[in-house]
């Protein structure tokens, strides 16, 4: 059975989005989008069940027209779509499992990097025709002594590789 739901404002108590789910699905704030999580991390939310024990269909319809009804009101939602629409409850099939258990894309790079390696000529021969004619938007642009002083005073008490005491690979066997 499904439920139609809103999400409030923590501090303010104001309606930011309204949703359709079934489960945790209105608590959860993974899988969200950005509006929705800009939202959140400034004002925090409350959830509000509107309409519950419901099929699919009549949640879907439900969500609609309270979207619909908001929108009317003047009220701004985080919603991307007008609602009724998604994919809800997709069941992967056993063979489409099996070939996700088999994965091993990336699996040869995982945990590897490009530290102590150069790219070819050719590669930087390349880029560099890529960029040719491209000029940098900060070239020409002239910073003040108190911009200077500002930028220096943000770097100060950074941690500095140049004077580091152990490599890379004594921290790493550390580390292990």
Known sequence: ???????????????????KGK????????KRNPYWKRVVSKHG?????IVENIDEELSFLVEME?????????????????????????????????????????ASTWGKNFKGKTHSDEQKAKWAVTRKGVTSPRKGVVLSDETKRKMSQSKTGLANLKRRVLSDEQVREIRA
């Open 1 to 19: 059975m499904y439920y139609v739901y809103q999400h409030r404002k923590a501090d303010t108590n104001d309606i930011f989005y309204v949703g």
């Open 23 to 30: 489960g945790t699905r209105a608590f959860n704030a993974t």
């Open 45 to 49: 939310f409350n959830v509000e069940i």
């Open 66 to 106: 309270t979207i619909d009804a908001y929108k009317k009101r003047g009220i701004t939602l985080s919603n991307l779509t007008n609602g009724g629409e998604g994919a809800s409850g997709l069941i992967h099939s056993e063979e489409h499992k099996a070939k996700l258990k088999g994965n091993k894309f990336f």
